[in-house]
């Protein structure tokens, strides 16, 4: 859900990509017609493997506070970590839980645009319409539960066309359970403008933590218009 007008975004990506993909391929006929489903595959792809961080064992929130107690520093480090957080009255669970509570677009041209958030991920039809060259920001608040999340991160990527035309990845941070949610905002952004930029993209979001654990997965369409929509 991201723009950035250094990328490459409309004509110049296209032509790039489409030339790229012609000298590849030594003269045989190039399909412009590509699935969504190869498209998310492409995209796993380019995970480098090995990139993963090797992560040691899981700790709940009683096991975390009981290892290097008797390391000043390392205690109270917790213990501002974990805040308010009574860790006699939660319960002894492993994985933690993030919930992903509301999605929004803010801008000083309009009011903020809140996104509903179907149970499956997949939005029906079109989700949102951005106004060219205008400037925004992502906002979203979540939950966390169970025990402390670690490296939260948000990925986003955009294709128009079959061609990935814009990549964002945000690095949260790590947060511990607690009753009050957390709200984040991105970097604000400016979306594309003129005849190439406009017309309809789709994308793919995700939620994730160190572990490469998904907490939430949104595959939508969007538009870039000359006006917002509504």
Avoid at 60 to 72: A, I, M, S, V
Avoid at 75 to 83: A, H, I
């Amino acid at each position: 859900m991201g723009f950035d007008e250094n990328k490459e975004t409309g004509e110049n990506s296209e032509a790039t990509d489409h030339e790229n993909e012609t000298h590849k391929n030594e003269g045989e006929p190039v399909s412009r017609q590509v699935s969504e489903a190869s498209i998310y595959a492409t995209e796993e792809e380019e995970d480098e493997p090995g990139s993963k961080i090797q992560l040691g064992p899981q700790c709940t929130l009683k096991e975390h506070l009981e290892k290097d107690k008797d390391d000043e520093s390392l205690r109270r480090w917790k213990e501002q970590l974990l805040g308010s957080v009574d860790v006699n009255n939660v319960a002894e669970i492993l994985d933690p839980e993030v919930k992903i509570s509301s999605l929004s677009i803010v801008s000083a041209d309009r009011d903020d645009i809140v996104l509903p958030i179907p149970e499956d991920g997949n939005p029906k039809g079109l989700w949102f319409t951005l106004k060219e060259g205008s400037q925004y920001r992502l906002k979203f608040t979540f939950q966390v539960s169970n025990n402390i999340v670690s490296g939260l991160k948000y990925t986003n990527t955009v294709w128009k066309t079959g061609v990935k035309v814009d990549s964002t990845k945000e690095m949260l941070g790590t947060f511990s359970p607690q009753q009050e949610p957390y709200t984040h905002e991105m970097p604000e952004e400016t979306t594309p403008s003129g005849l190439f930029a406009r017309g309809s993209y789709s994308a793919r979001s995700k939620f994730l933590d160190d572990d490469n654990k998904c907490y939430l997965e949104i595959n939508y369409t969007f538009d870039i218009r000359k006006e917002w929509a509504g």
